[in-house]
């Protein structure tokens, strides 16, 4: 479903490798019906689809680094979401979103854009990566390798430190000027030495970023519903260890892997650590001087970690077929 007027929505992922965005209307049938947006980039008949699900309050824009990175790769296509309730899609009802639902949401997505084979490398972040798993419990049969990137099972609850709350609360109310705001979110994202290094002759990192998180940090289109559901799923997430292992089972001989940043401050790296235990044949990968947003951080290191998944995913499904 392409949508009149679409071209203008706000995005800053790479215009020149776009092959396709739209509006998907999902959970037909289903109670507070609503419509997913999504952008393809690359090759819409690619053999290697690549899935990127972002984390709590952040837009598709999030991944730009990696779309514009495998969205020029031959025989790849990239597909990036505005999760429910944030960016370019809708909110619907006020409500508790759960990562189940969310999970079910990426389904009729993907199920609308007919992908449907065994072609799929998924990625998710932190809230992504919980989607994520109940999304490898919806459609294994779909998946040649899965990545799960600062993120947790939730079978233990870590409260959040005061500060991340109260970052929370200055994004809720869009209280006080857009640099204390923003630099408060870096802070909780990022290392303090990444953030202090000069890019140039009097320019750091956190200046750097200003600029970048500018261009879809005050999105009008964030309304609070949307803010609080999602909240609520990161909140009360929990994948069961039964189901852990279900997944780890029903996907294979698919790559499996669990990604963190050891200088993560909002997810510990003991939960990546955890979550990999419960989930045989999985491989942990911890990435250092890393905050939690590993992907805007490390760009290249990154990307080259995700061009080694998706290889030993398909390699996978080779030895499989000899």
């Given at each position: 479903?392409?949508?009149?007027?679409?071209?203008?929505?706000?995005?800053?992922?790479?215009?020149?490798?776009?092959?396709?965005?739209?509006?998907?209307?999902?959970?037909?049938?289903?109670?507070?019906?609503?419509?997913?947006?999504?952008?393809?980039?690359?090759?819409?008949?690619?053999?290697?689809?690549?899935?990127?699900?972002?984390?709590?309050?952040?837009?598709?824009?999030?991944?730009?680094?990696?779309?514009?990175?495998?969205?020029?790769?031959?025989?790849?296509?990239?597909?990036?979401?505005?999760?429910?309730?944030?960016?370019?899609?809708?909110?619907?009802?006020?409500?508790?979103?759960?990562?189940?639902?969310?999970?079910?949401?990426?389904?009729?997505?993907?199920?609308?854009?007919?992908?449907?084979?065994?072609?799929?490398?998924?990625?998710?972040?932190?809230?992504?990566?919980?989607?994520?798993?109940?999304?490898?419990?919806?459609?294994?049969?779909?998946?040649?390798?899965?990545?799960?990137?600062?993120?947790?099972?939730?079978?233990?609850?870590?409260?959040?430190?005061?500060?991340?709350?109260?970052?929370?609360?200055?994004?809720?109310?869009?209280?006080?000027?857009?640099?204390?705001?923003?630099?408060?979110?870096?802070?909780?994202?990022?290392?303090?030495?990444?953030?202090?290094?000069?890019?140039?002759?009097?320019?750091?990192?956190?200046?750097?970023?200003?600029?970048?998180?500018?261009?879809?940090?005050?999105?009008?289109?964030?309304?609070?519903?949307?803010?609080?559901?999602?909240?609520?799923?990161?909140?009360?997430?929990?994948?069961?260890?039964?189901?852990?292992?279900?997944?780890?089972?029903?996907?294979?001989?698919?790559?499996?892997?669990?990604?963190?940043?050891?200088?993560?401050?909002?997810?510990?790296?003991?939960?990546?650590?955890?979550?990999?235990?419960?989930?045989?044949?999985?491989?942990?990968?911890?990435?250092?001087?890393?905050?939690?947003?590993?992907?805007?951080?490390?760009?290249?290191?990154?990307?080259?970690?995700?061009e080694r998944i998706i290889r030993e995913g398909n390699q996978a499904f080779e030895t499989k077929k000899q």
């Amino acid at each position: 479903m392409q949508s009149k007027g679409l071209s203008t929505f706000p995005t800053i992922l790479d215009p020149t490798t776009c092959a396709k965005k739209g509006l998907c209307p999902i959970n037909r049938g289903r109670e507070q019906p609503r419509n997913l947006y999504y952008e393809i980039h690359g090759d819409l008949a690619a053999s290697n689809r690549i899935v990127l699900i972002m984390g709590l309050l952040l837009t598709c824009s999030a991944w730009s680094e990696q779309v514009a990175h495998f969205g020029k790769k031959p025989d790849h296509a990239v597909l990036a979401i505005d999760n429910r309730g944030i960016g370019n899609s809708d909110c619907g009802p006020w409500g508790i979103y759960r990562t189940t639902e969310m999970a079910q949401d990426i389904k009729d997505l993907l199920d609308h854009l007919g992908w449907t084979d065994r072609s799929l490398h998924l990625f998710g972040v932190s809230l992504g990566g919980m989607q994520l798993q109940n999304l490898c419990l919806l459609i294994p049969e779909r998946i040649k390798s899965t990545s799960f990137v600062s993120t947790r099972c939730g079978s233990v609850f870590d409260l959040p430190s005061m500060r991340a709350i109260a970052t929370l609360l200055d994004i809720i109310r869009r209280k006080g000027p857009y640099e204390r705001r923003v630099d408060q979110l870096f802070e909780l994202l990022y290392p303090d030495n990444y953030l202090n290094e000069l890019v140039s002759p009097g320019k750091t990192r956190r200046d750097e970023l200003r600029n970048y998180f500018r261009t879809w940090f005050d999105n009008p289109q964030f309304p609070l519903a949307g803010i609080i559901g999602q909240f609520c799923a990161v909140t009360f997430h929990h994948c069961s260890d039964s189901d852990l292992r279900r997944i780890a089972e029903e996907v294979y001989p698919a790559k499996i892997a669990v990604i963190c940043g050891n200088r993560d401050q909002l997810i510990p790296p003991m939960r990546s650590s955890e979550l990999s235990s419960k989930m045989y044949g999985s491989e942990l990968v911890l990435m250092q001087n890393a905050g939690h947003l590993i992907g805007t951080q490390i760009t290249d290191q990154f990307n080259q970690l995700m061009e080694r998944i998706i290889r030993e995913g398909n390699q996978a499904f080779e030895t499989k077929k000899q």
